[in-house]
């Protein structure tokens, strides 16, 4: 055909054939799409859930009433020898079937696919909503009740026993897995979950423990010498058994000595060539207390012994001597430590009067030496037994009057240190501290407001309260030959405390003993009762705090002495003049001063 020919032409019936043709094949997608976009296309499942050919609305019902449901049933976990049941919307995971359906009814205009929603079919997963925290919680609930931390091997010395626990292997969920399984289940019909555990074994592996017990061993087996300039000093085995003690880092069980007690055990040979320092301490100026500074000393320092003894643990006997340098000791509290106590003001003072005798004089003398500076540092508690140490001559106590067992008053070792005992818990019961441990005598002591008075006995029982304020306290003492006075100093937290008296009640009169032996001490009666005090705490004006205490005194023995005639009359006891430490242990409680007694706040 040449290229001046030309293609016949269309006729006007073909293209009006074609046209029609073509605008009917519009039209019949037109109504394909228009039935498989209204609504869920057919042949649409979602987790087993027919919905296809649903309106958007009925879809929604459809799935929250069959899917929604079966959310909701609970899943079983297993983990270790445990089963956990788990409710999935407790632990935030929801179905959001509006979603769901969305995702099963969103199509494009692609006849290819409109055709295919008239044949095939579709599977939609459903849209889970996941509350990460409350997931979370119910995850760490199991985790919790399965995990153990595994347990590191200990390494326990002593001179005569070195006892090595091997460690022992511990369980860890994971919880991230365990979320994601837990989400997984909660749309699927409900089988058992294995709970994915891992074995912690220790950090330090029973190797190691071995070679810090061979290393324990070597340390305790001989003794250290020192030598600081001139002097040669000895550490002993059982000393460094004492200082001894391994504590886990990283993959080890690492040594680590006391050096404080290293050096306390060499500090006699070691005065020769050091200059001691001193503490920061308190004085009374005008009113109000003041801080005396420290003193740096030349000496040689805890941790620097520690170290040179530590060099040398592993060493054979021939080997195990260092050379010290001098360096410095610092005091046990700076000046600085001691002006950021707190101790600014008078909180409590407490003056205890007793009838002149010099057994008296030397005990309570003696026990208000031992607590006079003391520092109590928040949350500390007072020991008064081990703040004025056992009554013995060594420790500078006499023998004087106690009361014995059945009340009877008898000699001993440090009798009358319970009115020393009575003046430090009377001025810390107004000073605010926290009761912990106190006994007021068996008997009423009339010298002693009742319930307000307490007493101790080595090896029976004690006087303690803890220090339950925010900053440290100081306690001071004075004596004279018929009285100590206590003054405690810290920072006011209250305007002032009160005590309240209740009534004596339950009285119950003294029994008439009679003795015939030659060693019998008369003995008036003493009257029993119970009483009640309420400690009341003001601050602004208001009362803030109370606190009931209640103690018991019971009845003294009248002991009679019969004796041969033209024998002096006995001597009779007034139990009044006596202070004493008491063997009978009672309960005990606190009570406020009246008249000449009444402490100075």
């Not at 003696?366 to 007072?382: R, S, W």
Request: glycine share 8%; with cysteine.
């Amino acid at each position: 055909m040449s290229e001046h020919q030309q293609m016949p032409a269309i006729s006007k019936r073909n293209l009006l054939w074609i046209g029609g043709g073509i605008g009917a094949l519009f039209a019949f997608f037109l109504g394909i799409y228009a039935a498989t976009n209204d609504g869920v296309r057919p042949g649409t499942t979602v987790s087993g859930v027919a919905i296809g050919g649903m309106s958007t609305g009925q879809a929604v019902d459809v799935i929250e009433e069959s899917l929604g449901t079966a959310l909701n049933r609970k899943i079983e976990i297993s983990a270790g020898d445990q089963v956990f049941k788990v409710r999935p919307r407790a632990a935030g995971i929801t179905l959001d079937a509006a979603a769901t359906v969305e995702s099963a009814t969103m199509r494009g205009f692609n006849p290819f696919g409109v055709i295919s929603d008239l044949t095939g079919s579709l599977e939609i997963e459903p849209v889970i909503l996941v509350d990460q925290d409350l997931l979370s919680q119910s995850v760490a609930s199991i985790a919790d009740a399965v995990s153990l931390k595994p347990i590191e091997p200990k390494l326990s010395v002593t001179q005569k026993n070195i006892s090595l626990t091997q460690g022992s292997d511990g369980l860890e969920v994971d919880r991230v897995e365990l979320g994601t399984q837990i989400i997984a289940a909660a749309p699927k019909p409900r089988s058992m979950i294995e709970a994915p555990i891992k074995v912690m074994p220790p950090r330090v592996s029973a190797a190691n423990a071995i070679n810090a017990e061979t290393l324990a061993k070597q340390a305790v087996a001989n003794p250290v010498n020192i030598v600081v300039k001139d002097v040669q000093a000895v550490i002993d085995p059982e000393t460094i058994a004492q200082a001894l003690s391994f504590t886990s880092q990283g993959n080890q069980l690492s040594p680590e000595l006391n050096g404080a007690l290293l050096y306390a055990s060499i500090a006699n040979e070691l005065k020769r060539v050091e200059t001691p320092g001193r503490n920061a301490s308190f004085k009374i100026e005008n009113g109000s207390p003041v801080v005396v500074p420290s003193v740096v000393g030349e000496g040689v320092s805890d941790a620097q012994l520690a170290t040179s003894v530590l060099g040398v643990l592993s060493a054979p006997g021939s080997d195990r001597s260092v050379s010290v340098a001098l360096g410095t000791r610092d005091p046990e509290i700076t000046t600085l430590e001691a002006q950021q106590l707190g101790i600014n003001e008078k909180l409590s003072t407490f003056t205890q009067d007793f009838v002149y005798a010099p057994y008296r004089v030397t005990n309570i003398g003696q026990a208000a030496k031992y607590v006079n500076n003391t520092i109590l540092m928040p949350g500390e508690t007072f020991s008064m037994n081990d703040t004025i140490y056992e009554r013995t001559v060594e420790n500078g106590y006499t023998v004087g009057t106690i009361i014995g067992v059945g009340g009877i008053f008898e000699e001993a070792l440090g009798g009358g240190v319970s009115a020393a005992t009575t003046a430090v818990w009377t001025a810390a019961f107004f000073a605010g501290m926290e009761r912990t441990d106190t006994r007021a005598h068996s008997l009423y002591i009339s010298r002693y407001q009742p319930g307000l008075e307490a007493t101790v006995a080595w090896g029976v029982f004690d006087m303690k309260f803890t220090n339950n304020l925010s900053r440290a306290v100081l306690i001071k003492t004075k004596m004279t030959n018929s009285s100590m006075k206590v003054t405690f100093w810290g920072t006011k937290e209250f305007d002032s405390i009160e005590a309240e008296f209740g009534e004596r009640v339950n009285v119950n009169k003294s029994k008439k003993t009679v003795k015939r032996n030659k060693k019998c001490v008369a003995q008036s009666g003493i009257e029993g009762f119970t009483i009640t005090v309420n400690r009341v705490f003001i601050k602004d004006g208001q009362e803030v705090k109370r606190e009931p205490m209640t103690t018991i005194y019971r009845a003294g023995p009248n002991i009679v002495c019969k004796k041969k005639k033209k024998e002096p009359k006995p001597e009779v006891i007034d139990p009044s003049g006596v202070n004493s430490d008491d063997a009978v242990p009672t309960p005990a409680d606190a009570e406020s001063i009246f008249a000449a007694n009444r402490p100075e706040l």
